[in-house]
Structure formats: structure tokens, C-alpha cells
């Protein structure tokens, strides 16, 4: 391993050692991997799973910071049972680029890891990982702070969670919108990396443009959410999820 492979590995003290479980069924795979995280500063492997059926328990048992999670194993209902838990991992997706293509925009994951795996691809993926995490609050620490601060044209602002009504992403940037402002809050970033600063069991994503506060829905009707005068369609991709959690809550 060369200095230029260790390059996001180094100087970040305070993030400790990251716990990973597998989710794999093929041994082939499932070992190259728990190769790659012992070969890999401050990562861990924390268990394997063969099915998605075994994540909920064994992401409690480890409180595992990083799932690699086999495409063809991922389940909506487990990733949804995660995020109402509280406690949502960061998902890598190993996946073919033919399947990444089908399924990039249904599913709620952090970054691909494309097969045929190599080392080099595995620490690319390590270091988006450690990029994100020494360039934010880290999620739990934000929950905690019940804020988190975005940059703004020049400025660094200070959101509160209880006062975002909704996001929408528009590209590469994400507009936040609160209560009480007439104008939203724009930031670059896209919505799907915005949305891992958010409280889980507190925002939902509906919709491939929308994520919204839980606590703000004014309504529901036709697949659609009301917040104020604010009407947010509902994606096909993501009406189970949304539904299931509005049972949950009646």
C-alpha cells in the first residue's frame, strides 16, 4: 500500500475505528471484502450476514458504522427498520454497473462499489466515506446538537431540525426550507448527501426531488403531502416506505 493509497486514512483521530458488516451470500466475495477491511487502517469487520433478514440484529450487536451490502440482498423494509431505529449506517452497494444503473435512484445508499471489486476501487469508496465524515458533523453527534450548520453563498448558517419543513434537490444543490423564512436556504449539496445529515426517524424521502419533516405534514391526499401551501408529490419508488411509516403512526 503506497502513501498516495493512505491519503484519506490519515489525521482524523477523532473518528475512532469504523465497524463494517458484510451483507453477502457469495463466500468469494464475502472474503475478498473482509480482506480489503483488515488490509485498511481504522476499519473493522464487524460480522457477516447472508441475508438481509440477519442486518437489524447483527448492526445492533456490532453498531456497525459501514454496511457492504450486496444489490441483489438489499430490502426496502430492512433499510426502513434501520432508519426508524435511530441508528442508520452508511450503505456501500456492491453492485455490476448494469445493476447500479436500475436501481441508483430507488435506493437509499451512500456511494457504489462496483464489481469486479479491487483494493484500489475499495479505498476510493473509503475515502468518500472519511471525506464525508471529517467534512460534516457526524450524524449522530448532530442529532445530539439537534442542528447542523450548511454554507451558503458566504456564509456558514446554523439550521435547527425542529424549523426544516421540506428539502427539495435541484441538481447538485439542495434548498432547505423553514418555517418562518419566505425564502429557502440553498446549499451545495446534492439531496441524497444532504439527506445523511438529517435525523432518520425524524425526515423521509418521498420523492426523488423531496424530503420532508415528518413533524410538518399538514396532510395527505392522492399522493400528495400538504405543508402549508406547499404541495409535494409522492415518487412510486417510495410510496411503501412512506405509507408503512404513516400506519406506524395512526
Same mark, same amino acid.
Given at each position: 500500500m503506497t502513501s498516495h493509497d493512505l491519503r484519506y486514512l490519515k489525521g482524523l483521530p477523532s473518528m475512532g475505528v469504523l465497524n463494517c458488516i #458484510? #451483507?453477502? !451470500?457469495?463466500?468469494k466475495q464475502s472474503a475478498l471484502l473482509k480482506e480489503y477491511?483488515?488490509?485498511? +487502517?481504522?476499519?473493522?469487520?464487524? *460480522?457477516?450476514?447472508?441475508t438481509a433478514g440477519e442486518v437489524f440484529q447483527q448492526v445492533a450487536q456490532s453498531r456497525a458504522d459501514i454496511i457492504f451490502w450486496d444489490i441483489r440482498l438489499l430490502d426496502n423494509r430492512v433499510m426502513l427498520r434501520l432508519k426508524e431505529s435511530g441508528y442508520y449506517p452508511i450503505v456501500i452497494c456492491i453492485a455490476d454497473k448494469q445493476e447500479q444503473d436500475k436501481k441508483e435512484t430507488d435506493m437509499d445508499v451512500f456511494s457504489y462499489l462496483n464489481r469486479p471489486l479491487s483494493f484500489e476501487r475499495f479505498l476510493t469508496t473509503i475515502g468518500k466515506i472519511q471525506d464525508y465524515?471529517?467534512?460534516?458533523i457526524y450524524i449522530q453527534h448532530a442529532r445530539n446538537l439537534r442542528f447542523v450548520f450548511v454554507k451558503s453563498e458566504y456564509k456558514i448558517i446554523k439550521v435547527r431540525f425542529e424549523d426544516i419543513l421540506f428539502c427539495e434537490g435541484m441538481k447538485d444543490y439542495t434548498q432547505i426550507y423553514l418555517r418562518g423564512k419566505a425564502d429557502p436556504i440553498l446549499t451545495l449539496n446534492n439531496l441524497k448527501s444532504f439527506s445523511y445529515k438529517l435525523p432518520p426517524e425524524e425526515f423521509i424521502r418521498v420523492h426523488r426531488s423531496f424530503i420532508v419533516s415528518l413533524t410538518h405534514i399538514?396532510?395527505?391526499?392522492r399522493n400528495e403531502i400538504y405543508i *402549508? /401551501?406547499?404541495?409535494? +408529490?409522492? *415518487? !412510486?419508488?417510495? /410510496?411503501? !416506505?412512506f405509507y408503512q411509516i404513516i400506519e406506524w403512526n395512526s
Open positions: #458484510v #451483507v453477502e !451470500d457469495n463466500n477491511i483488515a488490509k485498511t +487502517p481504522r476499519l473493522n469487520f464487524a *460480522g457477516r450476514c447472508d465524515l471529517s467534512s460534516t399538514d396532510s395527505i391526499a *402549508g /401551501k406547499k404541495i409535494i +408529490p409522492i *415518487g !412510486d419508488s417510495f /410510496k411503501d !416506505d
